[in-house]
Every structure is written in structure tokens, then in C-alpha cells.
């Protein structure tokens, strides 16, 4: 099982660029097909980011495609969340996500086994 580390968040201001990333161990990590989530204040955690266990197939919610950008270093056992052009409505908790799942680069929660314990993003205005 592997277990799961986010980093990088911090205190931005709109139009500013942050990097996530999400450390593995503790498993087979080119196994996993790995998602990043948000959980917003007072709101259900959605949906982000996904990217299957090559690289070759990501996935992104609508409103951060062309901003985002979801990548996979399977030598490092590193997943990175490269987020540009934020937003003060991106301010949230992120959390990252692996998945041993039939269905790579998935958008469903359930589709995900092991979490990380989440990294706060704040976009100032």
C-alpha cells in the first residue's frame, strides 16, 4: 500500500504560479494511476487532475484546463500539480490520490484508494 505526501502549497496572489507535489511510498508507484483533488471551504471535495500510471493519459476538470498541468516522475515516485494563473476561487485544501483502479487517469473519487493528508492553496485577490 502505498502512502502518500503532498507539499507546496502556500499563500499566493492572483496570477501567481504554484507547484504540488506528492511524494509515494511504500509501494509499486508506476502501478498507480495518480489524481489530485480539492476540497474547497465549506464545499464536497472534487476533482482536479489525473494522469495514468505512463504519463500518456491525463485528464482535467474543465475549469483549470490550459492553467494546470499534471505530471509524473515514476523514477522519484513524484506526482507534481504545476498550477498557473490561479485564481482566488482555486483557494482550497488539494489533496493528491492513487488509484490501482481499471479505469486510469479516472475523475471519481471512488476510483482511489490511498490519500494524502492534503496541502492548503490560498489565492489572494
Known amino acids: 500500500q502505498v502512502q502518500l505526501v503532498e507539499s507546496g502549497g502556500g499563500l499566493v496572489q492572483a496570477g501567481d504560479s504554484l507547484r504540488l507535489s506528492c511524494t509515494a511510498s511504500g509501494g509499486t508507484f508506476r502501478r498507480y494511476s495518480m489524481g489530485w483533488f480539492l476540497q474547497a471551504p465549506g464545499k464536497e471535495r472534487e476533482f482536479v487532475a489525473a494522469i495514468n500510471w505512463s504519463g500518456s493519459t491525463t485528464n482535467y476538470k474543465d475549469s483549470v484546463k490550459g492553467r494546470f498541468t499534471i505530471s509524473r516522475d515514476n523514477a522519484k515516485n513524484m506526482v507534481y500539480l504545476q498550477m498557473n494563473s490561479l485564481k482566488p476561487e482555486d483557494t482550497a485544501v488539494y489533496y493528491c490520490?492513487?488509484?490501482?483502479?481499471?479505469?486510469?487517469?479516472?475523475?471519481?473519487?471512488?476510483?482511489?484508494?490511498?490519500w494524502g493528508q492534503g496541502t492548503q492553496v490560498t489565492v489572494s485577490s
Open positions: 490520490a492513487a488509484s490501482r483502479g481499471y479505469v486510469s487517469a479516472s475523475s471519481y473519487q471512488s476510483a482511489y484508494d490511498t
